[in-house]
């Protein structure tokens, strides 16, 4: 309503709001799983949706996802369900929408929180290797949303994975 009545018209959009509990989904309440899905997908959703309905002609949105939106992760269930969710519904979008730059941020561990940074030192050598600092991950997303690419993977370990991942069939990839 504030938009419409100052006749505001936006040129861009970063959606970066995102819940990330990591626990055995059977101990989530059903109030959790509501917040974690409103928070991680219907939030993201309906922003891009009014902002779509009030853009200037040219348009660029980023969006942060996450690697674990392209495979399920255990005990991170619900997050990586509803990161695959953005991953699917903003690869759409753009086929949809003509003179938008959209751009999917899909890094891995970002040591943004003290927790975070110590479920990176608890993954090991893989968790290390996986996480970038905040610095690098913005100045990769910003560059590929200026490249218009359809999503940003950053680190060559990121990629090097979302490349396996890609070719190694699910039966493989689900066993523990």
Aim: net charge positive.
């Amino acid at each position: 309503d504030f938009a419409d009545q100052k006749g505001i018209k936006f040129s861009g959009l970063i959606n970066v709001a995102g819940v990330d509990t990591q626990k055995e989904f059977i101990k989530y309440t059903q109030q959790k799983i509501a917040f974690q899905i409103r928070v991680n997908v219907e939030a993201t959703i309906s922003i891009t949706h009014g902002v779509l309905l009030r853009r200037e002609k040219d348009l660029k949105i980023l969006t942060v996802s996450s690697m674990s939106g392209t495979v399920p992760m255990p005990y991170f269930a619900i997050y990586s369900a509803t990161k695959a969710s953005l991953n699917n519904f903003f690869k759409s979008l753009r086929y949809e929408i003509k003179n938008a730059k959209i751009t999917t941020l899909m890094p891995g561990a970002v040591p943004t929180r003290e927790d975070i940074k110590k479920d990176i030192e608890i993954q090991g050598f893989t968790g290390k290797l996986s996480a970038k600092p905040v610095d690098f991950v913005v100045k990769k997303a910003l560059k590929g949303l200026e490249k218009n690419k359809q999503r940003v993977i950053p680190g060559a370990f990121n990629k090097f994975i979302y490349f396996i991942e890609k070719v190694t069939p699910k039966s493989i990839q689900w066993r523990y």
